[in-house]
């Protein structure tokens, strides 16, 4: 549908509904999510993920494993992890399809580079970030194949829609064929070969310890599950105090920095409003931004000198910024 | 090609858009094509137009639907052989576009740019001085919109002191390309070989300073994140869309503050507004005024569906004064919030450079505002035209030091 509308969800407002949850393998699910209103989501690169902010107000990062090519929808696949810290079991037991959550990103940490050759590796639930990836490197036209690792067929997520491609996918279940022999499945280095990997941490360690000698850019992980978040985005109210202006202002749970300062008549310029361009990007002079924008890399969000307003909130009570 | 025009539901129009008294002043044309509706069929491109900001910007977000890689001028490279090898950021779709808009994002981004800031920011005084102390008369465009550029951006990006009088007008010729092959573009047909030629030269490897834009991005071939056939490529996108474009930005900030100077001194009074008064001008004025996409399907806009395959012109400079979107559009306002313009286009193909651009011309207005406090026009304006870019030739200004 072509509305002629300013469609486009603001990212600093997006909540998205659960429009579908299903089961994609014995403990894993699969939820398609959609804007409220049926806008447009913010474009993503296979590779991306999200965050999602639970009723809960815990805050959980899936890679996107859906279509880009259609802009209303997300999908993303939870395994239920009975060691977790509570984020799985709340998807898996309680969220219901209706279910508001709320999003941050996508954030590419993950992305697919250009290869003639691609050997892509998935350990159980690390298939999320391959499916769009392999569909984009069909498009480009290059040589691919999937090895997916996991313990049981029963357990592996996408089977179905893998076996579309044909023998390029090979799935290799430990029930079936024993362990696997990584060091051979891998092999030497190959100029024109790029190997991405995604999966448990025992996984990328050992597919890490192989290729510790390859030349740089050859090999690409996402650590994903193995990544410590920091504290949770709050779900209440903040003071952000603006140097500058010499006023402070309270930004509600639902409204982002961008509008609480602008209502405050301070002028900041934006144009994404979707934390993608770097337009607003302020800085901060004190206090804990929680970042939620698909620009900066892990060790910007750490150091925490900087923040882009329309889509970051704080994880303290107060932030000062430089305005 | 053409439809038969009883299949063609839109409105019609018989302007050319490309011709001497539009490129002249454009304003009353785009006025007449957002009061003819969403979208327009112009008969004598066989193409369609939007003027009016939610479907020019709604387009420009919708990459599923209004493609690049069939050229973003009227050419449709389906049919016809690019004149040159496409772009891959401009004139691409994902996924190829992914990479090397992924790498150029990293590159140009606003923290990494931060540290040309002070540099720039002493080149930009010592410009200044030096065309102050030659008297209070100069040419703005030629002394300061151009001058600023030609001195910090070739040098940012690396590239060697020789050749770089091939700049401006390899990129004059590159915008004019977009349009239709009229007579700007025959004027530009005879040096396109040799400019060319000499742009190539200028986005090889052991060229490069080790430290600017252009080493950097070889530096992300060598990490594989690009190939190494797409970097010269790359390089040649900044070259091609960073100095014609900021050039005209500055002239037309420069312009709207010489033609408004109650606003000149609220930037004096306030110089944080420098940044906003630069995306003000770019929406007054549009730089790039126009672009075409081409549709992937058959789509309908207002009533109108327009086939699978064809062009769609989006007049950027059009959305930018509708007033459907913008209170009092064709007024240069610094107190106006001009985000969400689409000067710099938006969505995936949103100008890349645009940081830089921002820092170029807050550099030189900051540089401008210490030392002068009131600017007017003191001779006959001329314009420059181009078939995508709203340009000036020369701005005689005169400015009173204080």
Redesign the interface.
């Known amino acids: 549908m072509?509305?002629?509308?300013?469609?486009?969800a603001d990212a600093s407002q997006v909540k998205l509904v659960v429009t579908a949850k299903t089961k994609a393998a014995d403990g894993v699910v699969a939820l398609t999510l959609d804007h409220p209103e049926g806008r447009?989501l913010p474009?993503w690169?296979?590779g991306s993920h999200i965050d999602i902010v639970l009723p809960s107000g815990i805050n959980r990062q899936y890679s996107l494993c859906g279509d880009?090519?259609d802009?209303h929808s997300y999908r993303i696949a939870v395994l239920h992890e009975a060691q977790g810290r509570g984020g799985s079991a709340y998807i898996h037991e309680q969220l219901t399809e209706g279910t508001t959550v709320a999003l941050g990103g996508p954030r590419?940490n993950f992305?697919?580079?250009?290869?003639e050759k691609y050997l892509f590796i998935a350990g159980g639930i690390g298939i999320t970030p391959m499916l769009p990836m392999i569909q984009?490197a069909d498009?480009?036209g290059a040589e691919w194949k999937l090895l997916y690792l996991g313990r049981s067929r029963n357990t592996m997520a996408f089977l179905d829609e893998l076996a579309a491609y044909g023998d390029r996918v090979v799935v290799m279940a430990k029930d079936e064929s024993g362990p696997c022999r990584l060091q051979e499945l891998i092999g030497d280095p190959q100029a024109d070969t790029?190997v991405y990997v995604c999966g448990p941490q025992r996984l990328l360690t050992a597919v890490e310890r192989h290729c510790a000698d390859w030349p740089?850019?050859?090999l690409r992980v996402e650590h994903f599950a193995a990544k410590a978040h920091g504290a949770p985005a709050r779900a209440t109210a903040f003071e952000v105090e603006l140097a500058?202006a010499g006023l402070s202002v309270t930004v509600r749970p639902d409204q982002s920095i961008l509008d609480a300062v602008?209502n405050a008549g301070v002028?900041v310029?934006?144009?994404?409003?979707e934390g993608t361009?770097?337009?607003c990007?302020v800085t901060v002079l004190d206090g804990d931004p929680d970042h939620r924008d698909s620009?900066l890399g892990d060790a910007?969000r750490a150091a925490g000198h900087?923040m882009f307003p329309c889509v970051s909130r704080s994880c303290s009570d107060r932030l000062v910024l430089d305005l | 090609m053409t439809a038969p025009l009883s299949t063609i539901d839109a409105p019609l129009s018989d302007a050319d858009p490309f011709s001497y008294d539009i490129l002249e002043d454009p304003l009353p044309f785009q006025a007449e094509l957002r009061a003819a509706g969403p979208v327009v069929y112009l008969r004598k491109y066989d193409v369609y137009a939007m003027g009016r900001y939610d479907e020019v910007h709604a387009a420009l977000t919708d990459w599923q639907t209004f493609q690049s890689a069939a050229g973003v001028g009227l050419s449709n490279f389906r049919y016809e052989k690019p004149w040159r090898p496409p772009s891959l950021l401009l004139e691409a779709d994902p996924p190829h576009h992914d990479a090397p808009r992924a790498v150029l994002t990293k590159i140009l981004g606003p923290r990494e740019i931060r540290g040309l800031a002070d540099a720039w920011a002493a080149d930009a005084e010592e410009l200044v001085e030096d065309l102050l102390a030659k008297g209070t008369e100069f040419d703005a465009v030629t002394d300061l919109a151009a001058a600023f550029p030609l001195r910090v951006f070739p040098d940012a990006v690396g590239i060697p002191k020789d050749g770089r009088e091939h700049l401006l007008p390899y990129g004059d010729h590159v915008f004019n390309a977009f349009g239709p092959p009229n007579e700007l573009v025959a004027k530009g047909a005879p040096r396109v070989a040799e400019l060319s030629a000499s742009i190539a030269t200028k986005c090889a490897r052991d060229v490069l300073t080790p430290d600017g834009f252009g080493a950097q991005i070889w530096a992300a071939a060598d990490r594989g994140d690009i190939t190494e056939a797409q970097a010269p490529l790359i390089i040649r996108s900044l070259l091609t869309a960073g100095v014609d474009t900021t050039v005209n930005g500055l002239a037309a900030v420069l312009y709207a503050f010489a033609t408004n100077p109650d606003q000149w001194a609220r930037l004096r009074e306030d110089p944080a507004l420098s940044r906003t008064a630069f995306d003000e001008a770019v929406r007054f004025e549009s730089p790039v005024q126009t672009f075409f996409r081409t549709t992937a399907r058959d789509i309908e806009i207002g009533g109108t569906v327009i086939p699978e395959g064809r062009k769609i012109l989006m007049f950027l400079g059009s959305a930018n004064r509708d007033p459907r979107r913008w209170e009092n559009p064709d007024a240069f306002d610094l107190s106006r919030d001009p985000s969400g313009h689409v000067g710099f286009g938006f969505g995936i193909h949103q100008c890349v450079g645009q940081h830089v651009a921002r820092l170029e011309a807050a550099t030189i207005l900051n540089a401008l505002s210490k030392r002068i406090a009131s600017i007017e026009i003191s001779g006959p304006t001329r314009r420059h035209h181009n078939n995508t870019l709203r340009a000036w030739e020369s701005l005689p200004v005169r400015v009173k030091l204080g």
């Open positions: 072509f509305t002629g509308k300013n469609n486009v447009r474009d690169t296979p880009r090519w802009a590419n992305p697919l580079a250009p290869s984009q498009l480009l790029k740089v850019g050859l500058r602008q002028s310029l934006t144009s994404c409003r361009c770097g337009t990007e620009i910007d900087c």
